[in-house]
């Protein structure tokens, strides 16, 4: 038996699992939702998660800010695979994953919607060994692109009006406006 769940790598809570439970399933920031995530960036209804055929589909439900999976941004229903990277807006990152259970074991849990759980906390022992450790791992979160334009515009209009000053200035110590300017009254 297969169990599906969310992992956020980034918001408000990283390393909060989601257990996904049930055939449809609303993920937003109304905590009403059965996926709720109480960030700004996210719609109160952002995506929606239909259980069709033994996997979950995801679909954008009209958000602001948009519904990712590996990085490209959702124009229709998409089926999830596990290790799919879900990103919500640009802050917002959640692993998909699938839980192979023991079809002999018993589960105490019932068959609906559960919120969010935090991880356990892990003590943490002294190691008198030195440590190595691996480089970082990319988590194909999207990233914040900088709009340049505003700033080519704002330096070229800057660039223009110190040259008008500057030719301007130079008319007047030269005295040069009747050349320039023949049309002024007492040229």
């Known amino acids: 038996m297969t169990q599906f769940q969310f992992v956020m790598r980034s918001g408000p809570t990283p390393g909060v699992t989601f257990p996904l439970e049930g055939d449809q399933l609303i993920i937003g920031r ?6 709720a995530i ?27 800010n948009g519904t990712f999976v590996n ?24 692993m998909y994953d699938a839980i192979t259970q ?7 849990s019932p068959r609906h919607a559960v919120r969010a759980t935090p991880p356990p906390v892990q003590p943490v ?22 709009n340049l334009l ?11 009006l ?3 000053v500057s030719f301007f200035w130079w008319i ?5 406006w009747c050349t320039f300017f023949p049309f002024i009254s007492g040229c």
């Open 150 to 160: 505003p700033i080519f515009i704002g330096g070229g209009v800057f660039v223009f």
């Open 30 to 35: 109304d905590a009403s939702n059965d996926v």
């Open 172 to 176: 007047d110590a030269t005295y040069r």
């Open 38 to 64: 109480n960030d700004a960036e996210i719609s109160r209804k952002h995506s929606r998660l239909s259980f069709q055929g033994g996997k979950y589909v995801l679909e954008d439900l009209g958000s602001t």
């Open 71 to 94: 990085g490209q941004r959702l124009a229709g229903p998409v089926v999830l695979k596990p290790g799919d990277v879900v990103s919500l807006g640009e802050q917002i990152v959640l």
């Open 102 to 108: 023991d079809p002999g074991a018993t589960i105490a």
């Open 125 to 146: 022992t002294p190691i008198s060994t030195p440590v190595h450790t691996a480089a970082p791992v990319y988590s194909g979160a999207p990233t914040k692109k900088t």
């Open 162 to 164: 110190c040259l008008c």
